[in-house]
């Protein structure tokens, strides 16, 4: 099972949805997102509480694009980078569906999806949504340092997404499958630096990557895209030329969702996008758009996330990261 690429039948996303904030939105990428919200609080009180609605918001018009409501639905999975996942609890809470909290740092929206996928094709449910989301301003607040301290960022930091993402899934055909999934180890390669976690996820998504292609019959050149979360420019870098090293030629179609969110020259953003919003947004969004345009056929998503809180980061711990994957597939 160790170095296993999942395989599934019959697993479909039906519909998806991705919600982001005024700096997403005025993005390179910005019109393939759904909705977008300029008040940085969502109309509440709190950022917490902003970044719950977002997730609301998000969930009520993927369920609204399916024509279904949350009585339809058996199993709501996700997360987010808030303590105990409490965005995504008060967001769902009183809707009276059974729910997963995950957490998988800036790769839960991939974890959601392979744990739907299992529920799906083992015959546990029959509908499954996979969420998960981020806002900028609660990540400072809990990871780092409170915005009003104005702190100054290195070249190789990156922002946190403000998005939500989400897929419903389900065991009824439509165009677009789920074909496989590779689940992540955790690696540490001994970074501390947490204003370059970039590079504590460039070496788990080459081990993710490279399990994926030693344990398929498949190759790089099978797919039209194979995106990393949010390794930005500094990570996604280190991690192409660690492939290479590997023996596994990786093309143009290799690219990553934090270097894809933002305008490096004109919004200053550093070394480009991270958070659980990252890759939800921009896959949620951007890349089924164009699996629904049959502008791509074949995507390989590898979900990166860096495994640290802020009591490690003052332990002088490593970070250690993890890296799953999904094959989503718009071929018949």
């Known amino acids: 099972m160790k170095n296993n690429v999942l395989s599934f039948n019959n697993v479909y996303i039906s519909d998806s949805s991705a ?57 709501i999975m996700g997360g987010d980078l808030i303590n105990q996942c409490t965005v995504s609890s008060f967001a769902v809470c009183g ?13 839960t929206i991939i974890e959601a999806i392979i744990n739907a996928s299992v529920f799906i094709d083992g015959g546990f449910v029959n509908t499954a949504i996979g969420m998960a989301s981020s806002h900028f301003c609660s990540s400072e607040r809990q990871y780092r340092f409170p915005l009003e301290y104005g702190s100054i960022r290195t070249p190789t930091s990156q922002h946190t997404v403000t998005g939500a993402g989400a897929v419903l899934l389900t065991k009824e055909r439509s165009e677009i499958s789920v074909k496989g999934a590779v689940i992540g180890r955790i690696v540490d390669k001994g970074i501390t630096d947490a204003n370059n976690m970039g590079a504590a996820m460039a070496c788990a998504a080459v081990d993710t990557i490279k399990r994926f292609f030693n344990n398929s019959n498949m190759c790089p050149e099978d797919f039209d895209i194979i995106s990393t979360g949010d390794l930005g420019i500094e990570g996604h870098s280190i991690a192409r030329e660690m492939l290479n090293l590997e023996g596994i030629p990786i093309g143009n ?61 003052f332990q002088q711990r490593n970070i250690p990261a993890i890296a799953h994957a999904v094959h989503i597939s718009a071929e018949v």
Do not use: W
């Open 19 to 75: 919600i982001v904030g005024k700096k997403e939105y005025e993005g390179p990428i910005g019109e393939s997102f759904d909705a977008y919200e300029q008040d940085e609080y969502f109309g509440c009180k709190s950022f917490e509480e902003a970044e719950s609605e977002m997730v609301r918001r998000n969930l009520n018009l993927l369920l609204g694009k399916a024509n279904k409501n949350f009585d339809d639905i058996d199993i």
């Open 95 to 107: 809707e009276k569906v059974p729910f997963l909290g995950l957490y998988g740092a800036c790769s």
């Open 253 to 313: 179609n290799f690219t990553d969702c934090g270097m894809l969110i933002y305008d490096k020259k004109k919004q200053d953003t550093h070394s480009g996008g991270s958070g659980c919003g990252c890759i939800a947004s921009v896959l949620c969004g951007h890349f089924m758009k164009m699996l629904n345009k049959k502008e791509i056929k074949n995507i390989l998503a590898v979900g990166t996330g860096a495994l640290l809180n802020p009591n490690s980061v």
